[in-house]
């Protein structure tokens, strides 16, 4: 896996990585547009972690720390490069990241129907907690 690099999204990268999550991503989100990416990059610069194999956009994830708390979010791998390790590496990263941080537990947010990313994310040594519901209001307006 030497010839992968992972690095944290450019504002110029945006707009691609927007493309990338409709081929690679399973669902949406209300703040899946470049203004709503925009926020998350000009807040966090080094948030979004981009894995790239010769130069072509393979991977990414979101490493939120909100300086209490480490979330990911929008783990993602092209369908033509998935079982490569590319996910293990983007969530090494992120990890690495957090811990540099001072993030002491990471948490992610899996679609129920899901079953690639629950068994990847499985694979990283996360695991659902069954007691926790999220809530959810989108602020409109």
């Known amino acids: 896996m030497n010839d992968l690099?992972?690095?944290?999204a450019t504002a110029a990268d945006?707009?691609?990585v927007l493309d990338f999550w409709k081929t690679a991503a399973e669902g949406t989100s209300i703040s899946d547009d470049l203004a709503?990416?925009?926020?998350?990059h000009a807040r966090d610069p080094h948030a979004v972690l981009l894995a790239r194999r010769d130069g072509e956009l393979v991977g990414s994830v979101i490493a939120g720390f909100d300086g209490w708390r480490c979330h990911l979010y929008r783990l993602a791998v092209h369908p033509e490069h998935r079982r490569q390790g590319i996910?293990?590496?983007?969530?090494?990263?992120a990890e690495e990241r957090f811990r540099a941080?001072?993030?002491r537990r990471a948490d992610a947010m899996v679609l129920d129907r899901?079953?690639?990313?629950?068994a990847a994310w499985k694979a990283g040594g996360y695991h659902p907690e069954e007691h926790w519901t999220r809530w959810v209001k989108?602020?409109?307006g």
């Open 114 to 118: 899901n079953e690639r990313a629950q």
């Open 14 to 16: 945006l707009t691609a």
């Open 87 to 93: 996910g293990a590496a983007l969530l090494a990263a």
């Open 36 to 40: 709503g990416v925009e926020r998350l």
């Open 5 to 8: 690099h992972i690095s944290a």
């Open 138 to 140: 989108p602020l409109n």
């Open 101 to 103: 941080l001072g993030g």
